[in-house]
Nanobody, 121 residues
């Protein structure tokens, strides 16, 4: 199994910045893509940013130019630098990893518990 633990969420004023971290642990053989998703009350979960093991990235349209995703493959950690935050960025942010564990035959999706980000106007 892969355990994902997010940290770095909190309350920030509009225009401010936060940096989220996601640490993966467990019987990890390999992690392919990792990503950040978010879900606001009453809305569907949406992609925020995703990064491949080679470092290729893609972003949701609403965060392009403001958020930057990165990862440290050696430590199985992913980050999300969020700048110029807006009230509409308020949501629970979830870490996702597509990983292969020892003894498994194929890759599987894993999710963290989520971290709350609240942006006040």
């Amino acid at each position: 199994q892969v355990q994902l633990v997010e940290s770095g969420g909190g309350l920030v004023q509009a225009g401010g910045s936060l940096r989220l971290s996601c640490a993966a642990s467990g019987s990890i053989l390999s992690i392919n893509r990792m990503g950040w998703y978010r879900q606001a009350p009453g809305k569907q979960r949406e992609l925020v940013a995703r990064i491949s093991s080679e470092g290729s990235t893609n972003y949701g349209d609403s965060v392009k130019g403001r958020f930057t995703v990165s990862r440290d493959n050696a430590n199985n950690t992913m980050y999300l630098q969020m700048n110029s935050l807006k009230p509409e960025d308020t949501a629970v942010y979830y870490c996702n990893a597509y990983g292969l564990t020892y003894g498994a035959r194929w890759y599987d999706d894993y999710w963290g518990q989520g971290t709350q980000v609240t942006v006040s106007s």
